[in-house]
């Protein structure tokens, strides 16, 4: 089947804009999570979703950064206010349920905030 | 906070060559750890899982050992070739109480040459 698919694939935003990512995860998966990459780092934890309820969002790195994922299938995560600083590759994986430590990552959003 | 750190950052080896790439982190109490491989615009693929009651995996080619006392892995790729290029990331899990987080190291990139 088709697996974890993200829109954009490349999204330039100037300082100031507003973006908004969304992730489609593999069908019937209960458990979705966001990464944050940057360049020549690894993915860094930004937060995680069980059906529709936001577990833990402790990586979010400030009250800029929103996800949500309403009806517990896709997920957007929403940027407001973008700084240079923002600029990474946010990377969107999901799995299974909780017991399932396989996770299926996305192909990934570049955002680049000029 | 835990700290996954990988050793080399870039290898560059000729086909057919072994090699070791290493990964060390500072927090023993994982529940397991995982290895990806990332190829450039793709998401990561998992290559092994070793849960931390284990001391390693093997899938092919491929042999990933695990030291969780001392807080080391060790990936070892035989005969490599060129299909091997990609950066391989090292993650370790912990649970938490939604579920379960992952932290990844910075990643070897890794050119294998023919």
């Known amino acids: 089947g088709a697996g974890v698919s993200q829109s954009p694939r490349y999204k330039v935003a100037k300082r100031g804009q507003d973006v908004a990512l969304r992730c489609d995860p593999i069908s019937g998966h209960v458990s979705l999570f966001w990464y944050q990459q940057a360049l020549g780092q690894g993915p860094e934890f930004l937060t995680y979703?069980?059906?529709?309820?936001?577990?833990?969002k402790s990586g979010l790195p400030s009250d800029r950064f929103f996800a949500e994922r309403p009806e517990g299938s896709v997920s957007t995560l929403k940027i407001q206010r973008t700084q240079q600083e923002d600029s990474a590759v946010y990377l969107c994986?999901?799995?299974?349920?909780?017991?399932?430590?396989?996770?299926?990552f996305g192909p990934g959003t570049r955002l680049t905030v000029t | 906070k835990q700290e996954v750190t990988q050793i080399p950052a870039a290898l560059s080896v000729p086909e057919g060559e072994n090699l070791v790439l290493n990964c060390s982190f500072t927090?023993?109490?994982?529940?397991?750890l995982q290895w990806f491989r990332q190829d450039p615009g793709k998401g990561l693929t998992s290559l092994l899982l070793i849960q931390s009651s284990q001391r390693e995996q093997t899938s092919g080619r491929l042999n990933a050992s695990l030291d969780k006392s001392s807080g080391r892995s060790t990936l070892y790729i035989a005969a490599s070739q060129p299909g091997d290029s990609a950066t391989y990331l090292c993650?370790?899990?912990?649970?938490?109480?939604?579920?379960?987080?992952?932290?990844f190291g910075t990643g070897t990139q890794l050119k294998v040459e023919l």
């Open positions: 927090d023993s109490a994982i529940y397991n």
């Open positions: 994986a999901s799995s299974l349920d909780r017991e399932s430590y396989e996770q299926y």
């Open positions: 993650a370790v899990r912990i649970l938490t109480g939604g579920g379960n987080k992952l932290t």
């Open positions: 979703f069980q059906n529709e309820a936001q577990l833990d």
